[in-house]
């Protein structure tokens, strides 16, 4: 495995950027060129290595809360452009952003680190762990959160498996993968597993407030050049 290292070459900051870049091609498809599947499929990379991210964001950060308050108030500011994309209205609350969703994760991930360091015994943990995950999986589809079940549940798995050896960790998720997310170009989304196999254990350049006005922004000018385009 250790020749096998030569080859992790993306850092966080890399990471995220290939994840905008395959959102901005599954976007920009799906309202422009709906005929064109390559761009979809080269956008199913994107939700598995920003899961990647938010398990390794989450292991790294120094305020737990103060993360889970960022990703809550982009998630407010993100509802808006996400809705007039994706349902044309200002409001639908039956489907969240992916910022929501990755909130959810947070909180859940809250809830394992303080059952992890509780006096219980180990079996108790281990129930309350699996408590959790189903809640927090049923949770995401009564919420209507953007990939629901997938998104938390490969979260879950990179953050409870940050530990065991890369090779481990992916597969793992990508199995997690391919067992909820496994219709049409949904299995495509494994192809966003190679990259976070390039993965060097750095975090980069930063740049983390990238994403967060990233993802809104991007979705606001999808939908006034949309609006430009086809009034």
């Known amino acids: 495995m250790k020749t096998l290292d030569r080859f992790k070459i993306l850092d966080g900051t890399a990471l995220k950027i290939v994840a905008m870049i395959?959102?901005?091609?599954?976007?920009?498809?799906?309202n422009?060129?709906?005929?064109?599947?390559?761009?979809?499929?080269?956008?199913?990379?994107?939700?598995p290595i920003f899961a990647f991210c938010?398990?390794?964001?989450?292991a790294h950060t120094h305020d737990k809360a103060k993360y889970l308050r960022r990703m809550l108030i982009f998630g407010v500011v993100s509802e808006v452009p996400f809705d007039l994309v994706t349902a044309g209205k200002v409001l639908e609350f039956s489907h969240?952003?992916?910022?929501?969703?990755?909130?959810?994760?947070?909180?859940?991930?809250?809830i394992l680190d303080k059952v992890g360091g509780s006096a219980l015994k180990r079996w108790a943990k281990n129930l309350i762990r699996v408590i959790v995950f189903i809640v927090f999986l049923v949770g995401s589809i009564i919420?209507?959160?953007?990939?629901?079940m997938v998104a938390i549940a490969i979260i879950f798995a990179f953050y409870i498996l940050r530990e065991k050896t890369d090779w481990i960790r992916d597969l793992v998720a990508a199995g997690v993968h391919a067992v909820l997310r496994n219709m049409g170009i949904y299995w495509?989304?494994?192809?966003?597993?190679?990259?976070?196999?390039?993965?060097?254990?750095?975090?980069?350049k930063g740049l983390k407030w990238l994403f967060y006005v990233f993802?809104?922004?991007?979705?606001?000018?999808?939908?006034v050049i949309r609006m430009i385009c086809y009034r």
């Open 54 to 58: 938010i398990a390794e964001g989450f």
């Open 32 to 47: 422009f060129f709906p005929e064109m599947v390559w761009m979809r499929i080269i956008g199913r990379m994107a939700m």
């Open 96 to 110: 969240q952003n992916i910022m929501f969703t990755f909130a959810w994760a947070i909180i859940g991930l809250l």
């Open 143 to 148: 919420l209507g959160l953007d990939y629901n």
């Open 22 to 30: 395959a959102m901005i091609f599954d976007h920009v498809g799906d």
């Open 215 to 223: 993802y809104p922004g991007h979705l606001l000018l999808i939908w």
């Open 188 to 204: 495509f989304g494994l192809l966003g597993f190679i990259p976070i196999l390039l993965y060097n254990h750095k975090r980069g």
